[in-house]
């Protein structure tokens, strides 16, 4: 939408740049929030093991939030600037950041992008 209204007759190319940083801010908030998923994946591994023999694994109940901080704790911070990278967190965030880096030199260095009204 920010694109959108940068490419207007009213746009400047600075909205290009706020496109372009939210667009980043999104895909951050989406590694997070994938890495806080991840955290959870110790757990449901033992959970899986424990359906798929219960009589050669044992389990303890309920200990959901034991193992999520656990596992959170291990999980290195670096961990989420890789995760960042999976084609399910970086899509379509990757695409609309560079296309708003790239829309504000475009019009920086003179190629007019601005659509005519009507």
Not at 24 to 52: H, M, V
Not at 57 to 65: D, E, G, H, M, R
Not at 83 to 91: D, E, G, K, Q, R
Not at 99 to 108: A, D, E, M, N, V
Request: proline share 5%; hydrophobic share 45%; with cysteine.
């Amino acid at each position: 939408m920010i694109i959108g209204a940068g490419l207007s007759e009213k746009g400047s190319k600075e909205l290009f740049l706020v496109a372009a940083i939210a667009s980043l801010l999104f895909w951050f908030i989406e590694a997070n929030w994938k890495t806080f998923q991840l955290s959870y994946y110790s757990r449901i591994k033992c959970i899986e093991s424990y359906f798929a023999d219960p009589d050669n694994v044992s389990i303890n109940p309920l200990q959901i939030y034991k193992f999520w901080g656990s596992s959170n704790k291990k999980c290195n911070k670096r961990r989420v600037f890789y995760v960042m990278w999976w084609p399910t967190v970086m899509l379509p965030h990757v695409i609309l950041f560079a296309g708003g880096i790239l829309l504000y030199q475009l019009i920086s260095y003179g190629v007019t992008c601005v659509i005519p009204p009507d």
